[in-house]
């Protein structure tokens, strides 16, 4: 079944800008997203997602550096924790600013890349291998890449 905003979905991810055309099609294919009404729309969907993936990843921080003695784990931990405050916090103000200056939006968004390889290095400095924490860095990345993709020419 074809909706008929899926066109504007079809759209944005066959921008010339949008990289991973099939994982933003991947993206977007919720109800929330089938009933946008516009591009802005879909940047505050995914935004959205941005920010709930954020606050789990960083419920998952806290909840480990609880259960950890050692110092050096503990430092790669403390960073990750400031870049998922940063980057939580980022993903939430994208949307209303782009409503009022879509390069400022896309400023910002392109902040959030930057501090996710901070919390990247921590891991890989400190030896820390923990899957769930990489693919939320992962996750983290991809929306905000989208993000990026989908302001840079709003």
Known sequence: MVFANQ??????CGDVAIEDQAACLK?????????ANNA??????????GVTSSQ?????????????????????LKTCEDTY???????KVIAPEL???????NYDVA???PEIENCDNALKAAKLTVPKLTEG??????????GYEMTVNM
């Open 111 to 113: 902040l959030i890349n």
């Open 27 to 35: 993206a977007f294919s919720t109800p929330q997203a089938i009933a």
């Open 56 to 76: 789990k990843t960083l419920k998952l921080i806290e909840e480990m550096k609880k259960k950890s003695n050692s110092p050096t784990v503990r430092k790669a």
């Open 137 to 146: 860095n992962r996750v983290a990345d991809y929306y905000a890449t989208l």
């Open 85 to 91: 405050l940063y980057v939580t916090n980022e993903f």
């Open 40 to 49: 802005k729309q879909l940047v505050e969907i995914a935004m959205d997602v």
């Open 7 to 12: 066109h504007l979905i079809d759209q944005v």
């Open 99 to 105: 409503k009022e200056d879509a390069m400022s939006a």
